[in-house]
């Protein structure tokens, strides 16, 4: 989604030339802009938001995207935010080499719809398998400032904040995310992969024989749900195999480098939830 000039209070950036990139090391849609970009041999340049300092609550970026989310992608002074509006929109600028197969060309919208439906599932997952359950809560006068927070989207209040605030309210309400949360994202992950399991009988990637958007997006939710203990190898063999072609490659690889303090929180998790029979196999019966 590009954004008016008039959603802008961080004037600075109408006047930044070239592609800049504003994005985090460990967020997946900042890790699937990045994959995208490299696929597509495209120079940028970076600026970090660290969303641990909760960079991404200042005042200096909420002037850019007042959702307070990342990647960020500035265009020639053209604000584009939701990473797979920004991923179609450098498809267009650099159509080479294609990823979006002319034969899908009308259904990737709705293809990568359904991948941004599941971004709060995949969220629910990670804070609980992978970043230590409650360690990413934010205190009430962040999501305070969000609420109070005046931008819009074009021109408009944003109702999507809304979902976003009540996903943080809830991980302070329960003291992180609850078993019945885990349980129904992890199902609605396992049908989705049981239809990419059928595609992929036949096929090498998840359109065909060639590698597109869509498995750049599927990608790092796969990722994520292999560290989190979800069983490809058993449920969905051809994902599995799939997953690991695509991690070998170095335009993936690199991106997905777990830093050394969240493989350590992840191993805890692991050790805690396997004294507690708590792990994700369990917790959702599969
Ligand atoms: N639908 C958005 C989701 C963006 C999103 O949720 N970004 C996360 C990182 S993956 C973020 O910035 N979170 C900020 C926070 O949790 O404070 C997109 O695809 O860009």
């Not at 230590?132 to 009430?140: F, V």
């Not at 329960?174 to 009988?201: A, H, P, Q, R």
Request: aromatic content about 10%; hydrophobic content about 35%; glycine content about 2%.
């Amino acid at each position: 989604m590009k954004l008016n000039n008039n959603d802008i209070r961080t004037k600075e950036v109408l006047d930044w030339k070239g592609l800049h990139l504003l994005h985090f090391q460990n967020s997946a849609c900042s890790q699937k802009t990045r994959i995208f970009l490299n696929l597509k041999n495209i120079s940028w340049k970076s600026k970090s938001i660290n969303l641990v300092s909760n960079e991404n609550y200042s005042d200096w970026f909420l002037g850019i995207n007042p959702r307070a989310q990342v990647p960020v992608l500035i265009d020639d002074g053209h604000v584009h935010i939701e990473s797979n509006d920004i991923i179609q929109h450098l498809e267009k600028r650099f159509p080479q080499p294609n990823l979006i197969p002319l034969k899908f060309k009308s259904d990737i919208p709705n293809l990568l719809k359904e991948e941004d439906n599941l971004h709060v599932d995949i969220r629910n997952i990670s804070f609980r398998f992978l970043f230590g359950n409650n360690l990413r809560k934010k205190s009430n006068k962040l999501i305070n400032k969000l609420r109070d927070d005046k931008g819009t989207i074009l021109n408009k209040e944003d109702s999507h904040k809304n979902k976003i605030l009540s996903f943080y309210k809830n991980l302070n309400n329960n003291n992180g995310i609850t078993n019945d949360s885990i349980k129904s994202s992890v199902l609605k992950f396992k049908k989705k992969y049981d239809t990419f399991e059928n595609n992929l009988n036949n096929n090498e990637y998840l359109l065909g024989d060639d590698i597109s958007i869509l498995d750049v997006a599927w990608f790092i939710y796969t990722h994520r749900l292999y560290l989190a203990g979800y069983p490809f190898d058993r449920l969905h063999p051809n994902v599995y195999i799939w997953y690991k072609k695509l991690i070998m490659k170095k335009e993936f690889k690199y991106e997905v480098r777990e830093p050394m303090i969240l493989k350590v929180i992840r191993t805890i998790t692991k050790i805690n939830d396997s004294f507690r029979s708590s792990s994700l196999i369990k917790i959702a019966s599969i």
